[in-house]
């Protein structure tokens, strides 16, 4: 399974719908052949560091699929040196499983932000690079980022720009209807735009 190592927003096998990340992380390229778009309006993260399930609205996840309360991660290793702080929700029952990382180690690293994803493309780290509109949200570039397999295994990783050197990861895993993912997938996004752009 290709990992998403840029934004580190992935699901494992092992914890579906928890980010994760692995891997060389490649260096943003000023040579480029991809115009990189800039995020209008950052966001600021820093009130969500340590409550990162707080970034979706329940309605917003009820409206996707029956979760369990969020599971957050900001103290691990893997938050530390791989993913940043992430969340992840978990279906009760059947159903699909979201995750969201905000990258704050690629951030701090130098290699975060959209441009990272689209770095991750070009050095053939990130197999499928589709960019797309959060509905509501113009001005913060985001893009469905994410190997071949987890798309069509019903896996959908979206890599959303907050600041010209930041982005989060939001996830949605719906292995019953591989169709569903990506739609349901934007809606968690707007809910954690929608939270930024109020703050804490």
């Known amino acids: 399974m290709l990992v998403v190592a ?34 209008d309006d950052p966001l600021d993260v820093e009130p969500f560091l340590d409550r990162p399930c707080e970034l979706v609205d329940p309605a917003a996840l009820s409206k996707v699929g029956n979760f369990k309360p969020g599971s957050a991660d900001v103290d691990s290793k893997a938050a530390k040196k791989l993913t940043g702080p992430s969340c992840s929700w978990h279906a009760k029952g059947s159903g699909p499983d979201a995750g969201l990382a905000i990258g704050t180690v690629h951030r701090d690293n130098g290699t975060g932000g959209i441009k990272g994803v689209y770095a991750g493309k070009e050095q053939g780290f990130i197999e499928r690079l589709e960019p797309v509109e959060i509905p509501g949200h113009p001005g913060y570039p985001a893009a469905y980022a994410g190997g071949e397999d987890e798309f069509s295994r019903g896996r959908c990783p979206l890599a959303v720009g907050i600041t010209n050197d930041l982005s989060i990861m939001v996830s949605i895993t719906d292995r019953a209807h591989p169709e569903r993912a990506c739609s349901a997938v934007l809606k968690v996004a707007a809910s954690a735009l929608e939270a930024l752009k109020k703050g804490s």
Do not use: N, R
């Open 6 to 39: 840029l934004v580190a927003g992935s699901c494992s096998e092992a914890t579906e719908g928890a980010p994760s990340g692995a891997g060389a992380i490649p260096s943003p390229s000023s040579e480029s052949s991809e115009s990189v778009p800039k995020v």
